[in-house]
C-alpha cells in the first residue's frame, strides 16, 4: 500500500544567502580572447583554495573591452572573453550550471579609453566567487519540495499526484547502481512544474536548443520522477517504462516530449505528442461511415433499415407523408436524410481543408526557413578582397579586407597591411586585386616574414616573403595575429557546417510535411467519390423496404424503380395511405418506450462524449524508460523581438550586478533565462514590446529583484542603439508561493 510522506511545494523560510567570497578580474591583449600564460597562473591560484569543494561555489564572469570598434564588435569580443574565463574555470571542475558569463563591451570601463594605459586596464574581465551551498533554488526563503511515496516493488503501483496524474509502476521494476534487482519498499519522488513560478522554484532550463538555433518552451506541464532505497538512488530496470497518465495544463499544436540531459542539462526531444499524420487518419476514419443514412425525427436519429416493423413504424408514417406531399422520389437524386449526411460530410470536408490550409503554412514556414539559410550560407562564404594601398619602384604596400560579418577576426584584417618589397620579391601579380577570394592562408616564414595563399574555386595565387605592418601589436605577437587570421576562415566554414545541417534539416522535415500533405490530398479525393456514390441509396431503398406490408398485391411484384415511378404519379393515393396508417397498442406503448430510452442514451452520449473529449484533451499517455526531468512542451520564439543594452540599480540607487535573469513572456507559458549563453545576458537581452513583461533578476548575494509589466512601456525601443536604466525593487516578505504569483 502506498504511502504518501511529504506534501508538495513545502516552503522554508530559512535561507543562508550566497556571498562574495573572492573577486579579481583578468586582462587580454587587443582584439584579443586568449588568455595569457601570466593570466593563466593568475587564475589557477586564485581558484586553487576551492577545487576540492567546487560544487559549494557559483561564479559570475563579465567581460568588458576598450572603446576601439563599434558596439557590435566589442560586444561580440567582450562575450568571447567571457565565455574564454568561463570554459576555463569549467575545465577546472566547476559546476558549469553555476558558472554564469556575459559580456558589456567598452559600456563599463574602469578607467578613461583616452590612453593605452586606460585602454589597456579596460581590456578585462572581472570574476565574482560566491559561496553556495544551498543545494536548491530559492526566491526570499520560497522552496519546492517534492512529493514522497512509499511502494512495494513485488506488485504494480499506481499513484495519483493532486492534479490528477496518474502514475503507474510495474512489478520489479527497479536496479541499483551496479544492476541488481531491487526488492521491498522503494520510495518515489514525484513534483509537477506548471506554471512561471514553479519553473523559476524548480531552476529548470526552459530553452531548447538544436542546429536551428535557439527556442523557448511553451509549457503544458513539466514533471520529475525519482527513486531511492534507504536513501540511496536507485533506477529502472532495462525493458521496464513507468506509464504515466499526465494532466497538461493546456492543449497546445506542434506538442513535444522532452527528457532533460541530467550532465548537460540540455533537453533532448523524444517524440512529437500530436502528430499531424496520426490526428488526420483519425478524422478521415470518422468522416467516412458506412451503413444506412439516417432520419431525425423530433431530434433523435434512426436508421430505419435497422429497425424493426414495429420500431419503424412511427418514422416509415411521418416519412411517407413528407415525400407524397413533397417529394418526387424518382427524380431527386438525394432525399432529406442523405442532405444531412452530405452536410455533416461537407463540415468534415471543411475540417480537412483547414488542415490542408494548416500544412500548407507549416510547409511555407519551412521553405522560408530554408531560403533564410540558404540566405545565411550565402553571407557566411568568406570573402577576402586584396587593396593596393601604396606603390613605388621598390615596395607595395597592400591591405587584404575580410567583409564576413560577426568574425571577431575582422578588425585583425581591417589593421594590419603588408608590405612586399620588390627589389627583393619581386613585383606582385596583379590579377590579385581584380577579383573576390573565398579563402586567405597566412604561413609565417623564420625570417620573421610571411607568405600568403589566396584562393578561389579556379584558382590560387601565393604572395611570398611579404612583411606585416600592425601598429597595434608588438612585433613578437605578429605570428600570434596570423594564426588568428588563419582561424577566421575555419570560423566561418564551422557556421557554414551549421547552417547547410539546419537547412538538410528542414529540408527533410519539409519533404515529411509534403508526403502527408499528400496523403490527405488523396484521402479528401476518396471522401468525395464515395460521398457522390451515396448519394442516391439507402435511405429511399429503405422506405420501400418498410412500405411493403402497406403495398397492394400488385404493388408487391413491381421492382423498386417502378414502384417509385408508380409512388410519384399517385402521390394522393400515398399521402391518403401514409397519413390513415394505424399502429398497433402494442406498438404504440413499444415505439414510446423505445424513443425515451433513446432520448436518453443520445442525451447520456452526448455529455459522456464532451467529459471524454475534454479529459482526453488534457490527458496525455506517456511512457518513460529513465527517471528524471520531463516535459510536454511547445517551441516557439519571442515574436518581433528587440535587444537591449541594460544597467540596473535598486530603488536606492545602488548599482546591481545580476548573475541573471528570468523574462516571462504573457504570449506563453514559460520563462526565458539570460544568464550569458548565446550571447544574450542580464546586461543585453530580447524582449518582445508586443507582450506583457516582467523581469526577476538574481545577484550573487540571494537576492532577487522584480522589474513589473507595466514599466516595460517606459523603455525606448526606437533607434538603433537601444538602452535602458532598470530600477529594480527588491523581492522581500513572501510567505508561500501564491505571494510570489500575485507579484508575477
Known amino acids: 500500500m502506498k504511502k504518501l510522506l511529504f506534501i508538495a511545494c513545502l516552503f522554508i523560510v530559512s535561507f543562508a544567502k550566497a556571498q562574495i567570497i573572492k573577486e579579481f578580474q583578468v586582462n587580454f591583449e587587443t582584439a584579443s580572447y586568449e588568455i595569457s600564460k601570466n593570466e593563466a597562473t593568475k587564475i589557477n591560484d586564485v581558484l586553487k583554495p576551492f577545487i576540492d569543494n567546487s560544487k559549494d561555489y557559483s561564479i559570475q564572469i563579465i567581460g568588458h573591452t576598450d572603446n576601439v570598434g563599434d558596439l557590435d564588435y566589442n560586444y561580440l569580443l567582450s562575450n568571447n572573453r567571457a565565455k574564454t574565463i568561463a570554459d576555463y574555470i569549467e575545465n577546472k571542475g566547476f559546476d558549469k550550471t553555476k558558472i554564469y558569463s556575459s559580456g558589456r563591451a567598452y559600456l563599463k570601463p574602469t578607467a578613461k579609453n583616452t590612453s593605452e594605459i586606460g585602454k589597456a586596464k579596460n581590456r578585462r574581465v572581472t570574476i565574482k566567487i560566491f559561496n553556495e551551498k544551498e543545494d536548491n533554488f530559492t526566491i526570499n526563503g520560497l522552496e519546492l519540495k517534492e512529493n514522497q511515496y512509499t511502494i512495494s516493488t513485488s506488485k504494480l503501483e499506481t499513484i495519483e499526484y493532486k492534479s490528477g496524474t496518474k502514475i503507474t509502476i510495474p512489478e520489479n521494476a527497479f536496479v541499483d547502481k551496479i ?22 522554484l524548480g531552476n529548470i532550463p526552459m530553452d531548447y536548443n538544436d542546429v536551428t538555433g535557439n527556442y523557448h518552451f511553451n509549457s503544458a506541464g513539466m514533471f520529475k520522477i525519482l527513486a531511492t532505497q534507504n536513501g540511496k538512488n536507485i533506477s529502472l530496470k532495462e525493458g521496464k517504462n513507468i506509464t504515466l497518465g499526465f494532466q497538461k495544463t493546456q492543449e497546445l499544436s506542434n506538442l513535444n516530449f522532452y527528457e532533460l540531459d541530467s550532465k548537460t542539462k540540455n533537453w533532448k526531444e523524444l517524440y512529437n505528442l500530436n502528430n499531424g499524420k496520426t490526428s488526420f487518419y483519425g478524422t478521415i476514419d470518422n468522416v467516412i461511415d458506412g451503413g444506412n443514412d439516417v432520419v431525425k425525427i423530433d431530434q433523435l436519429e434512426y436508421s430505419i433499415c435497422q429497425l424493426n416493423n414495429c420500431d419503424a413504424f412511427t418514422t416509415l408514417k411521418k416519412i411517407g407523408v413528407n415525400y407524397s406531399e413533397n417529394i418526387d422520389l424518382i427524380e431527386r437524386k438525394y432525399n432529406n436524410q442523405i442532405k444531412k449526411q452530405v452536410k455533416d460530410r461537407k463540415n468534415n470536408n471543411e475540417a480537412l481543408e483547414s488542415t490542408i490550409e494548416n500544412y500548407k503554412t507549416i510547409i511555407e514556414e519551412y521553405q522560408t526557413k530554408i531560403k533564410n539559410f540558404e540566405t545565411k550560407i550565402k553571407k ?30 575582422n578588425i585583425n584584417f581591417k589593421n594590419t597591411n603588408w608590405l612586399n618589397k620588390s627589389d627583393i620579391n619581386g613585383k606582385i601579380n596583379q590579377s590579385i586585386y581584380n577579383k573576390n577570394w573565398n579563402n586567405c592562408s597566412i604561413e609565417s616564414n623564420e625570417d620573421k616574414t610571411f607568405t600568403i595563399i589566396l584562393k578561389d574555386s579556379t584558382s590560387e595565387i601565393s604572395i611570398k616573403n611579404v612583411a606585416m605592418i600592425n601598429l597595434n601589436v608588438s612585433e613578437d605577437k605578429l605570428t600570434k595575429v596570423s594564426n588568428s587570421m588563419n582561424n577566421s576562415y575555419k570560423i566561418q566554414q564551422n557556421r557554414i557546417k551549421k547552417f547547410k545541417r539546419s537547412k538538410d534539416k528542414f529540408i527533410k522535415k519539409n519533404e515529411e510535411v509534403a508526403k502527408i500533405l499528400n496523403d490527405i490530398e488523396v484521402q479528401k479525393r476518396k471522401l468525395k467519390d464515395t460521398l457522390i456514390g451515396n448519394l442516391s441509396q439507402n435511405s429511399i431503398v429503405c422506405f420501400w423496404e418498410k412500405s411493403k406490408d402497406y403495398m397492394t398485391t400488385d404493388e408487391a411484384k413491381l421492382s423498386i424503380q417502378s414502384w417509385l415511378n408508380y409512388f410519384d404519379k399517385n402521390k394522393e393515393v400515398m399521402l391518403k395511405r401514409y397519413s390513415t396508417l394505424q399502429i398497433s397498442e402494442d406498438c404504440k406503448k413499444q415505439t414510446a418506450q423505445i424513443f425515451e430510452a433513446n432520448k436518453k442514451i443520445v442525451e447520456n452520449q452526448k455529455y459522456s462524449n464532451t467529459a471524454n473529449n475534454t479529459a482526453k484533451e488534457l490527458n496525455q499517455s506517456l511512457q518513460i524508460s529513465k527517471l528524471g526531468i520531463y516535459n510536454c512542451d511547445q517551441i516557439q520564439r519571442l515574436q518581433n523581438p528587440i535587444e537591449i543594452f541594460a544597467n540596473y540599480t535598486d530603488e536606492k540607487g545602488n548599482e546591481l550586478n545580476p548573475v ?11 520563462v526565458i533565462k539570460y544568464d550569458g549563453y548565446n550571447g544574450l545576458s542580464p546586461f543585453r537581452f530580447a524582449f518582445s514590446p508586443q507582450s506583457k513583461n516582467t523581469m526577476i533578476a538574481f545577484d550573487g548575494n540571494g537576492n532577487s529583484y522584480i522589474y513589473k509589466s507595466e514599466k516595460f512601456s517606459e523603455i525606448n525601443i526606437n533607434g538603433s542603439y537601444k538602452h535602458h536604466d532598470f530600477i529594480m525593487t527588491k523581492i522581500n516578505n513572501l510567505k508561500s508561493i501564491d505571494d510570489l504569483k500575485a507579484q508575477l
Not at 179 to 200: H, K, L, M, Q
Not at 660 to 670: E, V
Open 179 to 200: 544492476g541488481n534487482p531491487v526488492t521491498g519498499i522503494v520510495t518515489i519522488s514525484y513534483i509537477e512544474f506548471r506554471d512561471p513560478a514553479d519553473f523559476i
Open 380 to 409: 557566411s562564404e568568406p570573402n577576402y578582397v586584396a587593396t593596393k594601398i601604396s606603390n613605388d619602384e621598390n615596395q607595395e604596400i597592400f591591405n587584404i579586407g575580410f567583409s564576413v560579418k560577426s568574425n571577431v577576426q
Open 660 to 670: 541573471f535573469i528570468y523574462l516571462l513572456d504573457s504570449n506563453f507559458n514559460g
